[in-house]
C-alpha cells in the first residue's frame, strides 16, 4: 500500500468513527456531569384495580386467582373424565373397575347380592364410550341409575350401591296376609 492509499484510509476511518466517538464521548460526559445529582428512589408500589384478599393470588398482571381447592380435589367423584372400554373389558365389574382406578374410591369388600350380580352382567355396547361426565355419573349408567342408588364413604373410600327402594318395591312386594283375626265378643 503506499502513502497516498494510506492517507485515505486514515482519513475515510476517521469520518467513520468520528460520529462514534462524538456520540460516546457525549454520553459520558453527560453521565459524568449528572452523576452527582441522580439519587436513590424506592420502587412504585402498584396495585391491581380489585381488592387482594389472602384467598386470591397474582398468577398475571391482570389475573388473579383463588387459593381454594376445586370441587373434584374435594371430591375425586366430582372429576369429569372420558372413558372408553376397550374390549378385553367384559362386564360390568370390570369398567366400574376402571372408573374407579384413578380415584382413589375401590368398591367395598361387602356388596349385596344384587349389586354383585350386576357386576357379573355384560358390559352393554351402549356404554363402551362414556363421557365427559363426573365419576359418580359414570358409575350411575354403569350399574343402572334408576335402579341403584350410590352410595360413597369418603373416609374409607368406598363405593357401595344400594337398590332403589321403588325398584325393590316393584320387584318385592310387600307381603299381606289373605286372612284377617275376627275378634269375638263374649
Known sequence: MNVKNLKKFRFKKAVFMLPALALLGGCATHQAATSHQIEPVAAPIVTASHNITPKTSMVGRY??????????????????ATFKFTPNIANVGQAVNQVLQYSGYSLAPHLSSAVQQTLKKPLPYSVRELGPLPIQDALNVLMGQNVFILVADPLHRLVNFDVNPDVHNALYPPVTSSFSLISTNS
Not at 63 to 80: C, G, R, Y
Open 63 to 80: 389475573i388473579s386467582t383463588l387459593n381454594v381447592a376445586k370441587p373434584d380435589q374435594m371430591n375425586p367423584l366430582l372429576t369429569v
